[in-house]
């Protein structure tokens, strides 16, 4: 069975700095994977997908994440965050179905 | 173009009633699903529908859970004589693949169920 790790719970970045949310999966078949960003009292919104070749994605509001099979993960980066960027993020992968992580709530501070 | 869409944004009901929560899919997007958010068991899926095929309800929590999809667009979420557990964001997406070919899902806002 395919199942998704989010490493971290919270993370408190300050506003213009870098920052990374892990991601690991487990798949034994091709993998799709997924990030998604959620806003309170909003749905789900799609940040980027991998679902083959180049293994540097680049999504929406300049975030990027990198498929590493030999790791198996599937990280989340982007070089300067905003305050907008506080929100709740979730890494999935797909077996038709997606599969969540428990999600890692980013909080930029000014 | 118009994305998913989900009715009503919020239901609170009384315990034991019954429940319908309605989902518009993408235009021509040939797959929908719903996935149920809540604070103890974060986002679960519920059901998957492609096209003509039957529905993949494997996450049904219950047999007080069904769903149906008309016409191949339109869906209902029903839920029977309601408990409190069931209180949760019932989210449905949307998908212009399926079956092998995996695309990526569109979510709408969700439905935010309360249960008294």
């Known amino acids: 069975a395919q199942s998704v790790t989010q490493l971290d719970s919270q993370v408190p970045v300050f506003e213009e700095a870098p920052v990374e949310l892990r991601c690991n999966y487990s798949?034994?078949?091709?993998?799709?994977l997924f990030w998604y960003v959620q806003y309170p009292n909003q749905g789900l919104q799609l940040l980027l997908k991998?679902?083959?070749?180049?293994?540097l994605v680049k999504g929406i509001n300049g975030f990027e994440a990198e498929f590493n099979k030999s790791q198996t993960s599937f990280h989340l980066r982007k070089p300067s965050v905003h305050i907008s960027d506080t929100a709740e993020y979730f890494c999935a992968v797909s077996d038709g179905k997606l599969i969540f992580g428990q999600g890692t709530e980013l909080s930029v501070k000014p | 173009g118009a994305g998913v869409s989900q009715s009503p944004s919020n239901k609170v009901t009384e315990k034991g009633k019954d429940v319908e929560l309605r989902c518009d899919p993408i235009s021509g997007h040939t797959a929908l699903y719903w996935y149920r958010q809540s604070l103890g068991q974060g986002l679960e899926f519920l059901i998957y529908f492609q096209g003509n095929s039957a529905p993949d309800k494997s996450g049904l929590p219950s047999d007080r859970f069904s769903a149906e999809r008309t016409g191949g667009s339109v869906s209902t979420l029903t839920i029977q004589r309601t408990q409190q557990e069931d209180s949760a964001v019932y989210l449905c997406?949307?998908?212009?693949?399926?079956?092998?070919?995996?695309?990526?899902?569109?979510f709408g806002p969700g439905t935010r169920l309360t249960v008294l």
């Open positions: 997406a949307s998908s212009s693949g399926g079956g092998s070919q995996v695309r990526a899902q569109y």
């Open positions: 991998y679902l083959s070749g180049s293994t």
């Open positions: 798949s034994s078949v091709s993998v799709y």
